[in-house]
């Protein structure tokens, strides 16, 4: 006969949900400590699906930004989404962001003429490199030399992502964080000031 608790480290390994057909919808275990501020009742309540769906639904990417751009940014806003039943996915989607905010920034140079290097073996890829795009943005003024540093950390963040050595967990509100500064730099990008 398993107790309570023996069944409870079943579904967890480590701090990490393992979703089950008992708890999949359920809230993670994780989310318990956070809280949000309720103006109407002057003081801080438990997270709820319904309130992180708004709080997520907050950012989103205009209309201007290419349908493909749109796509990359639904799925890891998604996933930010759903982290409220699997916190894990917090992570996941904020790492997707940073590729989203690449994907953008290639496609944005390569749309305005950016070509990538050469390859010594006369292949190359379809756009340039990120850094390369990064610059040609900045010289077509399209990112301002004070923000090409948080470009380039958002660069560095996502080849940190993509080379782990552990699973990073992050908060609820550097998720939105993330969620709030991709949104207003892809949209800075397509609507034409940074």
Known sequence: MSSASDEMRSDFMNGIKLATLGNWLDQDEAWRPWRKFSPELMGYVPDTAESWLE??????????????????????RNAIIYGFFCYSLLTLGVEQLLRVLEASVRIKAADLGCK????????????????????FLIEKGLI????ANSWDAARNLRNYASHPKMQTILLPSHALGQLRLTAQRINALYEGSE
């Open 55 to 76: 709080d997520v639904h907050t950012y989103s990417v205009s209309a201007k930004v290419p349908t493909k751009i749109r796509k990359l940014y639904e799925v890891a």
């Open 116 to 135: 990538p290097k050469p390859m010594p073996n006369g292949h190359s890829d379809e756009v340039a490199s990120y850094g390369k795009s990064i610059q």
């Open 144 to 147: 301002s030399i004070a923000e």
